[in-house]
């Protein structure tokens, strides 16, 4: 009954009034995927940038633990005693941990890149899809 009336409504009015509502759902919904868009960039944005900052602190610990390797190949060279062996140890595991982040940053940067909306594309060409669909009715 709802739906018969509210039919009967839409045969009444006229072209002008019919356009007029097509143009403001269509600028609603260039601003809908517009914001989508928007929010889609901020999150892969946020993404680069972690990894970014994980991709240079495993620069700054790889730094670090070159500044220990050498001390323990100059331990190793003046004297032969143990405490290079310590210092070795210490290089060893420092790169390694450099060598961890440096994969979890690459993987963050992977995950935030291209740079596309990705979803807000996919969901324009589906509105465009039901807009045609609905003129070919």
């Known amino acids: 009954m ?13 072209v002008a009034e019919l ?50 390797l050498i001390a323990a190949a100059v331990l190793a060279l003046a004297l032969v005693l143990p405490a290079w062996a310590a210092a070795l140890v210490v290089g060893v595991a420092l790169l390694l941990f450099a060598g961890g982040l440096a994969l979890l940053g690459r993987g963050q940067v992977r995950r935030g890149s291209p740079p596309v909306p990705r979803e807000a594309i ?16």
């Open 19 to 68: 356009v007029n509502d097509l143009s403001a759902q269509t600028s609603r919904l260039v601003r809908n995927e517009l914001w989508l868009a928007r929010a889609e960039m901020q999150a892969k944005g946020k993404r680069f940038g972690l990894g970014a900052g994980m991709a240079g602190a495993a620069g700054v610990i790889a730094l670090f633990a070159t500044g220990v």
């Open 122 to 137: 996919e969901s324009v060409r589906s509105d465009i899809a039901a807009v045609r669909e609905k003129m070919r009715q």
């Open 2 to 14: 709802v739906y018969d009336d509210r039919r009967e409504a839409l045969r009444q009015r006229s």
